[in-house]
T-cell receptor, first 112, second 108 residues
Framework: NAGVTQTPKFRVLKTGQSMTLLCAQD?????MYWYRQDPGMGLRLIHYSVGEGTTAKGEVPDGYNVSRLKKQNFLLGLESAAPSQTSVYFC???????????FGQGTRLTVV | AQRVTQPEKLLSVFKGAPVELKCNYS??????LFWYVQYSRQRLQLLLR??SRESIKGFTADLNKGETSFHLKKPFAQEEDSAMYYCALMDSSYKLIFGSGTRLLVRP
């Protein structure tokens, strides 16, 4: 049972490059979330989705875009990476808004 | 705006001592509140939520609406409780907002 899988696990980007992080869940969950985790700041919500075809902004959405074309996938895009986007990114999903959220293993992104 | 505050970055206690990890929130409605835990090299996982009013691994948390707090407590800490603990709030639009986390270190 895979649960929530993030791809890739590690990545180094140069400033200005673009990339997409993939989050895939096999639990038929409606809700999906993208967070970034920085030392001393906990997890900050970037974007989230309450169902296929929907997305909404979180606390720190600037510099990121997302898409939820398929229920099981939630993509996080960085159009022009900046060093300030160096972080560990976590994806999570839940069956309903009030249910337990299941997390991926994280993606460590470094922008140089 | 909704906010979750965990005032302690690090809490260090000896094995067998009581533990209280503080969490305060600001939200105008009736929030759903959770505690999540991240053990070393493991994924973040749910510890407990206020609506279930259960005790998990000896931990309990009581919602105090008057003080807008949801502190996590355990009467006797164990070494395996050492981890990063996050308090989280779910608002009416299903945003799941986390605090900055508290690292609990239980010394032998």
């Amino acid at each position: 049972n895979a649960g929530v899988t993030q791809t890739p696990k590690f990545r180094v980007l140069k400033t200005g490059q673009s990339m997409t992080l993939l989050c895939a869940q096999d639990m038929n969950h409606e809700y999906m979330y993208w967070y970034r985790q920085d030392p001393g700041m906990g997890l900050r919500l970037i974007h989230y989705s309450v169902g296929e075809g929907t997305t909404a902004k979180g606390e720190v959405p600037d510099g990121y875009n997302v898409s939820r074309l398929k229920k099981q996938n939630f993509l996080l895009g960085l159009e022009s990476a900046a060093p300030s986007q160096t972080s560990v990114y976590f994806c999570a999903s839940s069956y309903t808004g009030k249910a337990e959220a299941f997390f991926g293993q994280g993606t460590r992104l470094t922008v140089v | 705006a909704q906010r979750v505050t965990q005032p302690e970055k690090l809490l260090s206690v000896f094995k067998g001592a009581p533990v209280e990890l503080k969490c305060n929130y600001s939200y105008s409605g009736s929030p759903e509140l959770f505690w999540y835990v991240q053990y070393s090299r493991q994924r973040l996982q749910l510890l407990l939520r206020h609506i279930s009013r259960e005790s998990i691994k000896g931990f309990t948390a009581d919602l105090n609406k008057g003080e807008t707090s949801f502190h996590l407590k355990k009467p006797f800490a164990q070494e395996e409780d050492s981890a990063m603990y996050y308090c989280a709030l779910m608002d009416s639009s299903y945003k799941l907002i986390f605090g900055s986390g508290t690292r609990l270190l239980v010394r032998p």
